[in-house]
T-cell receptor, first 117, second 110 residues
Framework: GAVVSQHPSRVICKSGTSVKIECRSL??????MFWYRQFPKQSLMLMAT?????????EQGVEKDKFLINHASLTLSTLTVTSAHPEDSSFYIC?????????????FGPGTRLLVL | QKEVEQNSGPLSVPEGAIASLNCTYS??????FFWYRQYSGKSPELIMS????GDKEDGRFTAQLNKASQYVSLLIRDSQPSDSATYLC??????????FGAGTTVTVRA
């Protein structure tokens, strides 16, 4: 399957700081990437859809000014958690659509574990 | 009603047995269906996709789809301890965003 990378894999930061997470499609171009958040023992929750060259589409209840998404190229999307607080601590996972895998197929990056102290 | 529903488990099966996982969905117009495997602390990994009614086999995995009943299942034959994970059912109602079930935790006993 398609390869998606994320960086960093783990980050610990102080409350009030901003954290940037990168998501890259390594062997294909992705016009659309998705950002998910997963809390312990819960399923994935879609936060936003990242579209190359246009504004991201946020799911209901997700603050667009807090979770800034930039999809500047066909292989890179970034998620910035601004003014992070302990309640933002979670597992953040990106995915990318690859048409080679069939309609709707998404491949996931390895995830970024964020801990806000 | 949740868009995608799964039994949370845990489902415990002995090594070598068949594990059967079930999933129902609410959007009758859904066209694409997926099973992902997620090991503890890791991100989901795609193991099966299915688009047409019937069975689709890939190695020890068989996905079954019944659109009339809005039901999709996954069978794992000859279960191995390495199959112990949480299995996520995902549905793409419009082939765009995925809706995930809560996941079924499978434990294979050696």
């Amino acid at each position: 399957g398609a390869v998606v990378s994320q960086h960093p894999s783990r980050v610990i930061c102080k409350s009030g700081t901003s954290v940037k997470i990168e998501c890259r499609s390594l062997d294909f171009q992705a016009t659309t990437m998705f950002w998910y958040r997963q809390f312990p023992k819960q399923s994935l929750m879609l936060m936003a859809t990242s579209n190359e060259g246009s504004k991201a589409t946020y799911e209901q209840g997700v603050e667009k000014d807090k979770f800034l998404i930039n999809h500047a190229s066909l292989t890179l999307s970034t998620l910035t958690v601004t003014s992070a607080h302990p309640e933002d601590s979670s597992f953040y996972i990106c995915s990318a659509r690859d048409g080679r895998g069939g309609p709707g197929t998404q491949y996931f990056g390895p995830g970024t574990r964020l801990l806000v102290l | 009603q949740k868009e995608v529903e799964q039994n949370s488990g845990p489902l415990s099966v002995p090594e070598g047995a068949i594990a059967s996982l079930n999933c129902t969905y609410s959007d009758r117009g859904s066209q694409s269906f997926f099973w992902y495997r997620q090991y503890s602390g890791k991100s989901p990994e795609l193991i099966m996709s299915i688009y047409s009614n019937g069975d689709k086999e890939d190695g020890r995995f068989t996905a079954q789809l019944n659109k009339a009943s809005q039901y999709v299942s996954l069978l794992i034959r000859d279960s191995q301890p390495s199959d112990s994970a949480t299995y996520l059912c995902a549905v793409a109602p419009n082939n765009y965003k995925l809706s995930f079930g809560a996941g079924t935790t499978v434990t294979v006993r050696a």
